[in-house]
């Protein structure tokens, strides 16, 4: 949609891409069937385990965009595509969270609090998150409920959104803390610097991601595109001009 209009019937407001939708499935396919494969190999389920199957939903999510582009008006397609995209990113961050407590767990006196409450304590911040992200987005996406119903979709994304964005910034700044207190300890070998790295490279993937469906979502949760008197030339242009 290179014009910024309203494409009549699109439940996206514009006509999703018909490539992009294609490669992202692709790769995330190829990185959940990496994870996969060192998952078996090293025999480490128990820490990246969520990994792969955190790729498969975004490779349903794109998937469903993919087919929602030749479809753009079927509500299910819609509501499947949007699920599956919003849902994934928590879940990455929750394997975050058990790759951070692992680590902790071989150097707890640098720890900032107790390695088992890492994991407890983000990974049901995190379950809480993906409730909310779930239920949320299948209430907005669904235009056939009441205008109550969805505008408490609204609320429940615009939360989960924040949360995320609080969560995340507290789990680099433990990290942070932790990679400082072994650094002044003089205990920071090269594979722990770069777990550390790697968090923070993912982390930082995370929150780029959240940080712009958050200021999307905010600026687009008041618009009723069912409106026909809506003007266009008013919806805030990441929107108008997504693909």
């Known amino acids: 949609m290179e014009n910024g209009q309203y494409v009549d019937g699109s439940l996206w407001f514009y006509t999703p891409t018909k490539g992009a939708p294609v490669v992202w499935a692709l790769l995330f396919l190829i990185s959940g069937i990496t994870h996969a494969w060192q998952c078996i190999h090293y025999k480490c389920w128990k820490v990246t385990g969520i990994l792969p199957w ?4 975004f490779v349903v999510g794109y ?9 753009f008006d079927n509500i299910d397609v819609f ?55 779930a239920n949320g987005a299948a209430y907005v996406a669904n235009s056939t409920l ?9 609320t429940l994304l615009k939360v989960a959104l924040c949360l995320q964005l609080g969560v995340l910034v507290c789990f680099v700044l433990l990290a942070a803390s932790f990679h400082r207190k072994c650094k002044k300890a003089n205990i920071l070998p090269s594979n722990l610097r770069a777990a550390l790295t790697t968090l923070y490279i993912s982390s930082a ?17 008041s618009l009723n595109f069912f409106d ?5 030339s008013s919806i805030t242009p990441m929107l108008r001009y997504e693909w």
Not at 228 to 232: M, P, T
């Open 146 to 154: 009441s205008k109550s119903k969805q505008n408490t979709g609204k």
């Open 54 to 57: 955190s790729a498969l939903l």
């Open 63 to 71: 998937s469903f965009r993919e087919y929602g582009a030749y479809h």
């Open 205 to 221: 993937l995370i929150g780029v991601r959240t940080i712009y469906r958050t200021a999307e979502y905010f600026s687009a949760s």
């Open 79 to 133: 509501i499947v595509s949007l699920v599956f995209v919003y849902a994934a990113p928590p879940l990455y961050e929750l394997s975050n969270y058990f790759v951070l407590s692992r680590i902790l767990y071989y150097v707890p006196y640098q720890s900032p609090i107790h390695p088992g409450r890492v994991l407890s304590t983000f990974g049901a911040l995190s379950a809480i998150i993906e409730a909310l992200n």
């Open 228 to 232: 026909l008197d809506i003007a266009h």
